[in-house]
């Protein structure tokens, strides 16, 4: 299995994921964020699944780009998966017109541009060799993370998220499991924003950290850019065994 951090900035800068997508293998994606910016077109061309976890914008904001890019007249279209609050939102706040075309009318009077299908919490997807479970997370609104498994391997991508439980009784009874990747949005001295935003700080990272019950490396996503080097300092600073920080660009492969 193959996952790709999709990068979102531009110019000499280093390297950073300001909007939320992981491409797995070549055709499925989880979240919208940058998708739709992933350079050369073919590689958008090839993805046929679209995983939300949420409705917040840096998870969705190239979606409609994304739909735009890769369209071709005739019967096959990406599927975007999502909780009922995540595809309402779609239909009401983007397709709806005003701030896109309504490609979800639009696909059901033509070739269609995209499809939905809603997803509940611990109820796995099949798609393409992958078994994709979305779980409830704590968070602002309904929002999911995320356990890909294929017969070998399996991952899991909790973003988004203030203290949480059950996806860590899943993910500690997940076979194969080779990697997670946890959000770490603000520093400790911000913890007021992150208790309010439903977010974690270093020292919650940890304390999530603390749940897994398996020896698997623990990779850092989802740092607010405008603290990106206080809070990778302060997880370094932790010392905490089996953690990595997420680095944008970069293919993990796991067998």
Known sequence: MK???????????????????????DDVVIDAGSVGFFSPLDVQRRIQHVFLSHSHVDHLASLPIFIDNVYQPGPDCPIVYGNSHVLN??????????????????SQQESPFLKFSETSSEEPVEVTGLRVTPVSLDHLVPTFGFIVEDDSSAIAIVSDTSPTQRIWEVINETPNLKAVFLEASFPNGMDW???????????????????????????????????????????????????????????YEYS
């Open 3 to 25: 996952i790709t951090l999709i990068e979102s900035s531009v110019g000499p800068g280093p390297r950073q994921q300001i909007l939320a997508s992981y491409l797995v293998n």
């Open 89 to 106: 939102c779609l239909q009401t706040d983007i397709f709806n017109d005003r701030l896109w075309p309504d490609m979800i009318r639009l």
């Open 193 to 251: 924003l992150a208790e309010r935003a439903m977010h974690l700080t270093p020292a919650l990272f940890a304390a999530e950290q603390a749940k897994l019950t398996r020896n698997v490396p623990v990779i850092a996503i989802h740092i607010k850019t405008a603290y990106d080097q206080q809070v990778k300092a302060e997880l370094l600073a932790l010392n905490l065994p089996h953690v990595e920080i997420a680095e944008p660009g970069r293919t």
